[in-house]
């Protein structure tokens, strides 16, 4: 009953894919003709793309971020990181292909205030990007990866005025030297607001050191989702107002609500 529900509260179809791009040896952009979805969607919200099948093989589709969507175009793009077999059937696929895509689904971030502090740990970017391109006031954007070789370069595909991008590596290849914890602590006395994804250890501290300063902050999480509507409960995690389904309560959460290890 409940997948029923869910399912007649979510849109799914087929899209082309009209653009694919890899980008070094781990990256894959995909931009579809998805009208309805692009239509509809808000920063922080997610599809669950189904890939293409392998023979015999069928899997789940796979949950990403929307990294972009142009309502006027009908354009619907997303970022990954290409880590299995999921992520890789995608990336062979070639522009003209159809794909089944749902969504968008899930409760995205609010609108952030002028001052905000966006902080992205790795392909945590994602979201974000969508986030910083929705709205036209200043803010802070960190993007900390491992290494020059793990940067994707999100922020090539948005080139706003109001954007201060602070880039970081672990081992200082590109940008500063050092984590998006070490930056976001340095930036979180001038923060008016804070939207962050990435690592759970990194959404951990920015979670701790946000209550603690008093500052108002949204972590968006990532769970392993099988249905993505709500249905499975697969992706539950427990928060101060019970178990809650990152897929369909989630996936921003504002952090006072998020359990981590310790006392947040
Ligand atoms: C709401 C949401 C939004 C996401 N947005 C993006 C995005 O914009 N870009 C992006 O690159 N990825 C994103 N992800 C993660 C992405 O869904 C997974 O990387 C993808 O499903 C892996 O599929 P696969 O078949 O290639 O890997 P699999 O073969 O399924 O797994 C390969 C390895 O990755 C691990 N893994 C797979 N999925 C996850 C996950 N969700 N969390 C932690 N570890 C995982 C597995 O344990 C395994 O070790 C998002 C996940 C969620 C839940
Ligand atoms: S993935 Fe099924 S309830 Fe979230």
Redesign the pocket.
């Known amino acids: 009953m409940r997948l029923l529900e869910a399912l007649n509260r979510v849109s799914l179809g087929q899209y082309t894919l009209l653009e694919k791009e890899i980008i070094g040896s781990q990256y894959c952009r995909l931009v579809f003709l998805a009208p309805s979805v692009a239509g509809a969607a808000q920063p922080g919200q997610?599809v669950m793309i189904y890939?293409p099948n392998a023979g015999v093989q069928k899997?789940l589709p796979?949950?990403?971020?929307i990294?972009a969507a142009d309502r006027e175009t009908g354009q619907l793009t997303?970022?990954?990181?290409?880590?299995?077999?999921?992520?890789?059937l995608l990336s062979l696929s070639e522009p003209g292909t159809e794909l089944k895509i749902m969504g968008p689904l899930?409760k995205g971030f609010p609108v952030p205030p002028a001052g905000s502090l966006l902080v992205a740990g790795g392909?945590g970017m994602?979201?974000l990007v969508f986030l910083a391109a929705s709205v036209k006031v200043e803010l802070n954007f960190i993007y900390g990866v491992a290494n020059s070789e793990q940067f994707s370069c999100p922020l090539d595909y948005i080139n706003q005025p109001n954007l201060v991008l602070h880039e970081v590596t672990e081992d200082g290849s590109r940008g500063e030297l050092g984590s998006a914890v070490d930056l976001f602590r340095r930036l979180l006395p001038r923060a008016e607001a804070v939207f962050a994804c990435g690592p759970r250890t990194m959404l951990e501290i920015v979670a701790r050191d946000c209550l603690d300063s008093g500052v108002a902050a949204w972590v968006?999480l990532?769970?392993?989702?099988a249905c993505g509507i709500g249905a499975c409960r697969g992706?539950a995690v427990m928060t101060k107002n019970g178990y809650q389904r990152?897929?369909s309560d989630g996936?921003v959460f504002p952090v006072e609500e998020v359990f981590f290890h310790g006392r947040t």
């Open positions: 997610f890939p899997i796979r949950p990403f971020s990294f997303v970022f990954f990181r290409i880590i299995g077999t999921g992520t890789a899930g392909i994602a979201p968006s990532e769970e392993r989702m992706c990152v897929c996936p």
